[in-house]
C-alpha cells in the first residue's frame, strides 16, 4: 500500500502520513490508531452525555465545545485520509470511508436541523477498525465463522422472515378481530406489532389480550411463534457447524504433505496416497 | 402445462390466458404475476391503512373505493384463472386456489357481516407466489429444507406440544391456588394463560405473581419452561442439519442411476458400483 | 398380561376386566380406552370451567354434579383396575397408578379442604396414556430420543442450574444495593425472583431498573443472561443430534467395519462390500 | 498436599487440620465438608431474610447475631486453613481463597459503611466447592465441557457482544430521534438500555414505542435481534458438540471395529490393532 516513488517531498509526506494512518503494523500507525479509537469513544460518550437532561443542563457548553472540536478533529483526519491516498474516491466510497465520513457530518448537520447531532453516536461504527488495528487476526476470522454461516444461511433466512411477516399479518388482523379496539388494538398495523412482539417472545405488555378467545389466540401465537422461531437458530447453528468443520480438519497428507482433508478420508484428495 | 391441441379461436384464447397467468417462466407471464405481486402489496396496504381510525375518517371513501376496486379485480382474475384451466375444479380445491378465493371472500361477506373486511389482509398469502414466479428455485430448495426438518420432526414436536400443554394446565392450577384470586389469577384458564406466557419467555407482565410462594413458584417455572423450550431448538436443529446434509449430495451412481449419495461416498450405496 | 388359568368365572371376569382396560391392542380395550380419553378431556374442562367465576355462578350445582359424576366414575374405574389385576399393589404404585389415584382423591379432599377440587386439573396427567392407547410406539420412540437426551445431559444442565442460581443470587444482592427499596427492590429474594425473571428472558416488567446505574447492571444481567441461557439449547441440542444418530446408522459393513451408513443403503459406501 | 514431615507435634496439628479441611476424601475431610455446605446455606439464607423488612422487624437481634457468629465462625476457618497450608499466601491469592475472604469482609465492613451485610450473599459462591467436596468428578467433567466450549467460543462471542454493543447504541440513537423524549426516551443511554432489552427479547415494557414509526423501528429491532441473537446460541452449540466429541471420537478399529477411541490414539484399545 505504500507509495512506489517518494523523490519529491510533496510524496515523502503523503507517504508518512498513509504509514501513520493506515499502517497499523508500524509502530507510528499503531499508536496513531490506538490515540483514535479513545478519542472515538471519548466523543461518543461526550455525544450519549449530551442528551441527558440533566447533564445537558449543568456541562451543556463544555459538551457543545467538546462536540464542535471532535469534529474538527476527525474532519482535518479525514482531509489527511484522503490526501495521504492516491485514489481518494477509492476510500470515500468504501465502507471505512462512508463511515468515517458519517462520523463528521451529524455536527455540522445540526447546525440546519437541530437535533442532528444525536447521531454523532453513530461514530461508535468506527470502533469496527479496532479489529484491523489490533492485528486481530484471530478474531478476524472468527468473524469470518459467523459472516460465512449468516452468508449461506441468507436465502433461508429470507425464507423464514416471510413467513414470520406473513404470520404477523395474519395473526395481528385475527387479534384485531377477536379483541377489538376497545382493549387496546387500535389498528391492523398496531395489532401486527403485537403479533411481532409476541412471536418474537420480547413481550412488552403495553398490548396485552383482555378476552378469553384473545387469550386463546394469544397462547397458540406463542406456541407457534417459539417452534417457529426455532428455525434461525438451527438455521445458524448447522452453518456455524459446516463453517467450522471447513476449519477444523488438521490431518496432512504423508506423501504430498497437503492439508485440508475430511476427517473420513482415506486417501490424500490430491495426490491419492494413503493418509 | 399447455394446452396441446390450439386449433379452435376459444382454446386459442384459454392458452394465451394460461401463459399469461400461469407460466411465469414466459415473457409476459413474468410481466403478469410481477404487476400482479405489486397489486397484492397495495390492496393489503389499503385494507391495513383502512383499520386505522384517523386514515379511515379523512380517506375512508377512497379506501372503500379502492377494496371494492381490488376487490373486483381479483374476481376477473380468479375468473380467467378458473377458465384458462382444462380442470378449473383442481384449482379450486388447491393450495394457491383456496388462497385466491379467500382475497375476495371478505369483501362481499362485509357486505352481511360488518367488520369481515378486516380479513383481507389474508390476500398478503398470495405473496407466496413470490417465490414461484422470481423463479427462485434456490429459495424454494432452502424452504424444502426447513419443511422437510418441521416435517421430519413433527413427531417429536407434537410429544413436545403435549407435554407443555400438560405442563402448563398444572403449573397454572398450582399459581392459582397459590396466589388466588385477588392477585389477578382470577380462573383457572387465566392462570393457564399465563404458564404459557412465562414458559414461552414472553412474559407480557400483564400478570405476575405478588407473593412470595407464587415468586418462588413462577421462578421455578421459568427454570424449567427454559430448560423445556430448548428441547423444540435442538429438534428443529438436528432436523435442519440432516436435512442440509441429505441436499448435499448431488452426486448420481454411473452404474445404476440412483442419487442421494453422501459426498464422502466412494461406492453407490444400492449397487456397489464405483462412482 | 393376560391371566394364564381362565377356569373359574370370577378368574374370566377379571381376564375380560383386564382385557377391557389394560389391553388396548383388542378391540374392546381399544374403545374403552377412546372413550376414557374423551371422559378425561371432558372432566378437566368441567374443573376448568368450575374456576371461571361468572361461569361457576351460573351453572354451580350441574359443574358441581358433574364433579362428583367423574370423580365417582373414575373411582369405580380405579376399583376395577385393582380388581383385574394379579398384583394390584404393583399397579397402585406405578406411575400411571399414582396419577390415576390423584385424579379422584381432590374431589375427597375437598370436603374437608375447601379449594382441593382445583387440584382436578392434574386429570390432564391421565393424557399421557394417550401415547399408549393409540398405540402411537413411534411417536413412542420420539420421546425416547428426547428423553435419552434429557437423561444423557441431566449432569451438565445440574452444573448450569446451580451456575444460574449462584449468578441470580449475586445479581440479586448487586441490583437490590444499586436501585435499593425505594424502586421496588424491597428484598434480596425479591431482587433474586428479579434476576431469574430477567436472565431467563421473561422480562415481565413489574419490577424494572429506574436509575441509570441499576440499568447498566441490568443490560450486563440481560446480555450475560443470554450467554449463559444459549448453554442448555446447545447441551440439549448435542444431546439429541448424538441420541438420533444412534437410532440411525448402526449398521457396520462386515467387509470393512465402517459405519454410519443409511437405512436404506444396500452397499457400504466405502469399500462397496454388500450389507 | 500432605505434609511430607510430621515429626514435631506443631506439625502433626497442621498435617491433622489439613486433613479436615482439604483432603474431603478422607471420612473426617468429608464430614467436615459436609456440615461446612449446610453452615454456609443456612448463614445465606439469614442474609436473606434478614433484607426482608417484614422477618427484620420482628427477629432483627436474632439475625444479627446469627450473622455475627457465622461471620466469627467463617473468619476462624479462614485462619485454620491459612495456618494448616505451607504456603498459605498461594491459597489466600487463588480463587477459592478470594471467595472465602469475601465471604467474612462483609460483615466487618457493615460496621462502617451501613449496607454492606447485603454483599453476605456472597458467600454463597462458596457452595462451589460443593463438587470438589461430593467427589462429583463427572460432573466436573460435564463443567469442563461447558468451559471447554465457552472458552473456545470466547473470541467469537467477544466479536458478537461488539456488534450487538454498536447495534444498540445505533438503534438507541435511532429510536430516541424518532420516538423523542415526550414518549419516555429522555436520553440516549436510557434508549440504548431500552434497546438492549428489547434485543435479547427481555422486554420489560417499561419503555415502549408510542408511535407508528417507533413501533416499526422496534420491530425491525426485534427480528434482527432475534437473527443476531440465534448466533451465540449456535456458536456454543458447536463448540459443545466438538468439546464432547473430543472425549468420545469416532474412529472405528480396522481390526475390530471396535469404536470410542481417543482422537490420538494410533492402536485399538480393544484388540491392540494399528488403527
Redesign the interface.
Known sequence: MTSGCINRPENRLRSLLHQLIFESDTKAGRTFNIILINIILIS?TT??LD???SIRDRYGSLLLFLEWFFTILFTIEYGLRLYSLKQPLRYAISFYGIIDLLAIVPTYFSLVFP?GQ??L??R??R??R??RVLKLS??LS??D??LT??MASR????????T???LA??M??LI??VEG?ANGY?????S??WA???M???????L?PQT?AG??L??II??L???I??????????????A?KKK?STQACPACGAEGH?????HCKYCGGRL
Open positions: 461518543v455525544a450519549l442528551s441527558v437532561h437535533g444525536y447521531f453516536t453513530f461508535i461504527m470502533l469496527l479496532i479489529f484471530e478474531y472468527e468473524a465463522v459467523i454461516a449468516l436465502r433461508k433466512i429470507s425464507v423464514f422472515l416471510l414470520v411477516l406473513l399479518v395474519i395481528g388482523s384485531y378481530v379496539e387500535t389498528s391492523i398495523p398496531t401486527i406489532y411481532i412482539v409476541t418474537t417472545t420480547v413481550g412488552y405488555g403495553d396485552a378469553a387469550k386463546m394469544a397462547s406463542m406456541m411463534g417459539y417452534a422461531l426455532a428455525v434461525p437458530t438451527g438455521i445458524v447453528t448447522v452453518e456455524i457447524s459446516q467450522s477444523v475430511d476427517y473420513d478420508a482415506k
